[in-house]
């Protein structure tokens, strides 16, 4: 059965993100020979649209609308349901970022649809499509799949492979006009902290310091070594709470979810609740100076010594390759 599948795009700081061009990846396995809509939300979007046709959607709906420049809940959702009025699809797939594990849940309320959320992997088992999830703090995975109503899910940055680009792709893009109203929050100013360098839930390899940094000093050469590798930096809670570095680069259950191609747990001791946000990470390189850390279990490569003797070794030796 060919179904017609919505994607919601992501937009964040005037580009489209990586997670986007998976969830058309993904929409194009649910479809089954259907149709992928790619759908962008903001103002001045339109531009962007093509990006999502070249990877994969058939064609784009956008919807321009100034209550949309920058999140909110209740004005994604009013528009969110009302494309899904005009277009009345079978699935719906965004990515599971701050910004889908906010807005789905509310959209699947009013929809009164299951969803199932921070979904790794899309299969085909004959016309059904089955999602694998973590559960247990990714200890254990599961397989879903939706029996009745519109099949709603949320896909980990990461984790599906987009599709290959093809800029000679062309498709529709229309525009929508929506109705935002009753909006209980408004953004009237949006302040950054300066971290820059590379966003930690799309990056491809991270460099992630623990306690035994031992201050906010101790984070300089991991951040030589990202910096080498063009990687994100990131963190333990332990780090955070010792106030080495700042919450945003905090990874575990109560941080964020990485899944990169490498990732590097250095000072860390591998606790539960940090092994919850990182170990589905492809491959895993631990340094700590205790043999017996836990980290070690689930590390692919591990480096038994001090790390501020062991890390500029590496870095020195990555310059050159
Ligand atoms: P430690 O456990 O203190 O480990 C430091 C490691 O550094 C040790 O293994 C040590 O051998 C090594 N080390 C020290 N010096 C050196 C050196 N010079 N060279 C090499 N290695 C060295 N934690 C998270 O990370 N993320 C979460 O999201 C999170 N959520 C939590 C939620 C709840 C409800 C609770 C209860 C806890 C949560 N935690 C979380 C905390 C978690 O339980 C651990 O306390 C925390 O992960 C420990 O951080 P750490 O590994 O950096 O520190």
């Given at each position: 059965?060919?179904?017609?599948?919505?994607?919601?795009?992501?937009?964040?700081?005037?580009?489209?993100?990586?997670?986007?061009?998976?969830?058309?990846?993904?929409?194009?396995?649910?479809?089954?020979?259907?149709?992928?809509?790619?759908?962008?939300?903001?103002?001045?979007?339109?531009?962007?649209?093509?990006?999502?046709?070249?990877?994969?959607?058939?064609?784009?709906?956008?919807?321009?609308?100034?209550?949309?420049?920058?999140?909110?809940?209740?004005?994604?959702?009013?528009?969110?349901?009302?494309?899904?009025?005009?277009?009345?699809?079978?699935?719906?797939?965004?990515?599971?970022?701050?910004?889908?594990?906010?807005?789905?849940?509310?959209?699947?309320?009013?929809?009164?649809?299951?969803?199932?959320?921070?979904?790794?992997?899309?299969?085909?088992?004959?016309?059904?499509?089955?999602?694998?999830?973590?559960?247990?703090?990714?200890?254990?995975?599961?397989?879903?799949?939706?029996?009745?109503?519109?099949?709603?899910?949320?896909?980990?940055?990461?984790?599906?492979?987009?599709?290959?680009?093809?800029?000679?792709?062309?498709?529709d893009v229309s525009s929508l006009t929506v109705d935002i109203k009753?909006?209980?929050?408004?953004?009237?100013?949006?302040?950054?902290?300066?971290?820059?360098?590379?966003?930690?839930?799309?990056?491809?390899?991270?460099?992630?310091?623990?306690?035994?940094?031992?201050?906010?000093?101790?984070?300089?050469?991991?951040?030589?070594?990202?910096?080498?590798?063009?990687?994100?930096?990131?963190?333990?809670?332990?780090?955070?709470?010792?106030?080495?570095?700042?919450?945003?680069?905090?990874?575990?259950?109560?941080?964020?979810?990485?899944?990169?191609?490498?990732?590097?747990?250095?000072?860390?001791?591998?606790?539960?609740?940090?092994?919850?946000?990182?170990?589905?990470?492809?491959?895993?390189?631990?340094?700590?100076?205790?043999?017996?850390?836990?980290?070690?279990?689930?590390?692919?490569?591990?480096?038994?010594?001090?790390?501020?003797?062991?890390?500029?070794?590496?870095?020195?030796?990555?310059?050159?390759?």
């Amino acid at each position: 059965m060919a179904r017609k599948v919505l994607v919601i795009g992501e937009v964040r700081d005037g580009e489209l993100r990586n997670v986007s061009f998976e969830a058309v990846a993904a929409g194009k396995e649910v479809a089954n020979g259907g149709e992928v809509v790619g759908v962008l939300l903001g103002e001045n979007i339109s531009d962007l649209a093509n990006q999502l046709i070249h990877y994969g959607a058939d064609r784009v709906v956008a919807v321009n609308h100034p209550d949309l420049a920058q999140y909110t809940t209740d004005a994604y959702q009013q528009a969110i349901l009302q494309v899904l009025d005009v277009e009345s699809p079978e699935a719906l797939i965004l990515g599971h970022t701050s910004i889908g594990k906010d807005v789905a849940p509310r959209v699947a309320m009013k929809l009164g649809a299951g969803l199932i959320s921070d979904v790794i992997s899309v299969e085909k088992d004959g016309d059904e499509i089955v999602f694998t999830r973590p559960i247990y703090s990714g200890k254990a995975f599961e397989k879903k799949k939706v029996n009745e109503g519109i099949i709603f899910a949320t896909i980990r940055p990461n984790n599906i492979a987009p599709l290959e680009q093809d800029a000679s792709k062309s498709g529709d893009v229309s525009s929508l006009t929506v109705d935002i109203k009753d909006l209980r929050t408004t953004i009237r100013e949006v302040v950054r902290k300066a971290t820059g360098g590379v966003d930690l839930s799309e990056a491809k390899v991270i460099v992630a310091g623990g306690r035994g940094v031992k201050s906010k000093e101790g984070f300089e050469p991991l951040q030589k070594l990202a910096d080498v590798l063009g990687a994100a930096v990131g963190a333990s809670r332990g780090a955070c709470d010792a106030d080495y570095c700042d919450y945003s680069l905090q990874i575990g259950q109560t941080g964020k979810v990485v899944t990169p191609d490498l990732y590097f747990a250095i000072g860390i001791s591998g606790a539960i609740q940090h092994l919850a946000g990182m170990s589905n990470s492809k491959v895993i390189v631990a340094i700590n100076k205790d043999p017996e850390a836990p980290i070690f279990e689930v590390a692919d490569y591990g480096i038994v010594g001090d790390l501020f003797e062991v890390v500029p070794l590496l870095t020195e030796e990555l310059k050159n390759v």
